[in-house]
């Protein structure tokens, strides 16, 4: 009924709008009535129903553009009409803001007329209340039963028509009012499921909405904006003040800045990331976007945006900051060579230590490669690790010669790792030729001990073979030679000739370079240790005790490894020759023991311990408390670069009492530990 009245009123103004004056229409409407220009939505004339309808006195509705009340958006409109004519509708729903900040779904009711002539819109608002459809229905239809009694007390005439005509129009407003009731309902729904679908969005996305009036200062904040900042929904009001007092002090200036350049149209849409204070007195990191609608005359009306709680991704960014300078810190500062190269060698960047160690300069470094700088011998070697890098990430401790500027060969040890990005490669060399000189000589050393062993060794065996030779020999000119004695005398031989065969094998093993890891076991590498040593632990009448619990696989250059032992063992030998008597018991104990990583490999003497104060330097090159004829101070130095930089294992030493058959001894304790491959 509500829409009968409506399209009764307006076809009454269409009809007399040219005739009969349209202001005194308006004035005397209890409808909100407007007159728009549609060319730029200027509000040219409004009635008083209006101006009680909206909140503002009329002159103020004068200056205003419809655009400050209809809040939906360009496109927004252009769908609502659409909807319109699909669904045959003779209004339009729009959503209205009232003086007073709120806003409300209305009914709208257009119509092109002439006014002052000039083509306008005539408009007419009613609230979208479905009380209000029944009640005025109820009252035209008593109206009409009232009229048609009326006729027919006063006439008595044609009843039969009047009641058909009655009957009829009954039927007809009937079905008027459920097919705009229907409309409705469909409207409703329509409504609903778009309420919900915005609802469900808001509700599962985490950023929170906001939606300022810039005219009010009046600001919606959604219930996800209230939790970001720990909040209940009640406890933040509808005020800009809740956001700006929240803001870092330090952040809020450039915040407001952005925001008035948005107001100012000199931005697209308003961006700022600022800090919030939490309830709980912590700062949360906000990413702030949002964007204005403008009226005809460019004056921002509404403001719409939402906030995103960066923290973790600022924390994150922070933490990459960080690890980028301390990079930047030991790569510039690190007296070890430091270089990054592509996947095909060419050098990108090195540091200081990398030019002083190659002797190029940076612009001849970066038109090289590290294979133009790898010696002949080498680039095989080099390509094969360059595959595992490529393979597994990185690869640790490849030695191989560089050719530097002025030609010469330089020994290095080489870490390289493949990058994040899985386009570069970081390397990092050391000058390791004077260590190989020094290994080299602590070798020749330690060899020239060894031959002293092998040739003690061998005395008793020449002794065996050389008897048994004599011996055949005399049986045999005095014609006494039985079978029995002959078989037993070679048997000897033979059995004394396979021992200093495999002495000799022992010590070639041991001389040779390791050009590769290969696989083993430490109890194998202890058990050849001990092997190379016996001479020198009976010459000197050092019991030797093992009690090798466990034993574990390593990859490993395993003469190195027996050298770094055989070292620890001969500093224990030093030690016992020196502190103990020779009618002392000497003892030296080794033991493997499983850790919660890998094994553990221990070597105690009984030689009463080292020096409280000299323990922290035992590692140290150069370092030793022997005279300058017995030791170089170089075995446990070595010992010590050889597990920690060449097969990631610890060694630490200590004194350590214990008791052995009774007895109460004290001695340096070596211990190794291997991590499990």
């Known amino acids: 009924m509500k829409k009968i009245i409506l399209f009764l009123s307006i076809f009454i103004m269409i009809v007399y709008a040219n005739t009969v004056n349209l202001d005194f229409l308006m ?26 309808f909206y909140g503002y006195n009329i002159e103020t509705l004068k200056t205003m553009n419809i655009k400050e009340i209809n809040t939906f958006t360009k496109d927004q409109v252009q769908e609502e009409m659409q909807k319109a004519k699909d669904e045959n509708r003779d209004h339009f729903i729009f959503n209205h803001r009232f003086a007073d900040g709120s806003t409300q779904k209305v009914q709208v009711f257009s119509y092109p007329i002439i006014y002052n002539n000039k083509d306008m819109l005539f408009s007419t608002i ?19 039963v009232t009229l048609q009694i009326s006729q027919i007390e006063e006439s008595k005439k044609d009843i039969v028509t009047i009641f058909i005509a009655s009957s009829l129009l009954l039927i007809l407003f009937i079905l008027i009012l459920i097919y705009f009731l229907k409309q409705k309902r469909n409207l409703a729904e329509k409504l609903q499921k778009s309420n919900e679908r915005f609802e469900l969005a808001m509700d599962t996305t985490k950023d929170g909405l906001w939606d300022w009036n810039p005219i009010t200062n009046k600001v919606y904040f959604s219930k996800a904006w209230k939790e970001m900042l720990g909040y209940e929904e009640y406890e933040i009001k509808e005020d800009l003040q809740e956001w700006s007092s929240r803001v870092h002090p330090d952040e809020i200036d450039k915040a407001l800045e952005d925001i008035q350049k948005h107001l100012r149209a000199e ?51 922070k933490k990459i900051e960080q690890q980028k300078e301390e990079f930047q810190k030991i790569f510039y500062n690190s007296n070890d060579a430091i270089a990054i190269v592509d996947l095909e060698t060419n050098f990108l960047n090195f540091n200081d230590a990398y030019l002083k160690l190659t002797g190029f300069t940076k612009e001849e470094l970066l038109k090289k490669s590290c294979l133009d700088l790898t010696s002949y011998d080498d680039i095989e070697s080099t390509k094969k690790a360059l595959e595992l890098v490529f393979k597994e990430g990185h690869i640790e401790n490849l030695e191989k010669i560089c050719i530097v500027k002025d030609g010469r060969h330089v020994q290095t040890s080489m870490n390289i790792a493949l990058m994040s990005d899985k386009q570069r490669m970081i390397i990092t060399s050391r000058d390791i030729t004077k260590l190989k000189n020094i290994q080299s000589q602590e070798k020749l050393a330690s060899m020239g001990e060894m031959i002293g062993n092998i040739a003690h060794q061998w005395r008793q065996p020449l002794t065996v073979i050389t008897a048994n030779a004599s011996g055949l020999k005399i049986q045999k000119e005095l014609g006494i030679l039985s079978d029995e004695d002959f078989h037993k005398a070679m048997d000897a031989i033979v059995s004394q000739s396979k021992y200093l065969s495999e002495t000799i094998d022992d010590f070639r093993a041991y001389i040779k370079n390791d050009k590769a890891k290969e696989d083993t076991t430490i109890v194998q590498i202890l058990e050849k240790t001990l092997s190379l040593s016996e001479a020198t632990l009976k010459n000197n009448y050092i019991k030797v005790e093992t009690q090798f619990q466990k034993d574990m696989k390593i990859h490993c250059f395993k003469n190195e490894v027996v050298q770094s032992f055989l070292n620890i063992i001969n500093n224990a030998i030093d030690a016992i020759k020196t502190n103990l008597k020779p009618e002392e018991l000497r003892l030296i104990f080794i033991k493997t023991q499983e850790t919660s990583t890998g094994l553990s490999v221990s070597i105690k003497d009984n030689a009463g311990g080292i020096k409280k104060e000299i323990i922290p330097r035992v590692f140290e090159p150069y370092f030793t408390t022997k005279h300058q004829s017995v030791g170089t101070g170089i075995g446990l130095s070595l010992s010590h670069d050889i597990l920690t930089n060449h097969h990631n294992a610890q060694i630490t030493v200590m004194n350590d009492e214990y008791i052995y058959e009774n007895t109460n001894y004290k001695g340096a304790n070596f211990i190794i530990k291997f991590k499990k491959i």
């Not at 009613?126 to 009409?144: I, T, V």
């Open 27 to 52: 004035k005397n409407s209890k409808s909100p009535m407007l007159i728009i220009d549609p060319k730029n939505g200027e509000i040219i004339n409004v009635n008083k129903s209006a101006a009680l």
């Open 267 to 317: 931005t697209d849409f308003y961006e700022n990331i600022h800090r919030m204070k939490h309830k709980n007195g912590s700062w949360v990191w906000i990413l702030d976007r949002g964007r204005a609608v403008f009226d005809s005359k460019g004056n921002p009306i509404r403001v719409i945006g939402f906030h995103t709680n960066i923290t973790l991704q600022k924390e994150a960014q």
């Open 126 to 144: 009613h609230r979208l209340e479905n009380q209000y459809l029944l009640d005025n229905f109820n009252k035209n239809l008593q109206e009409q």
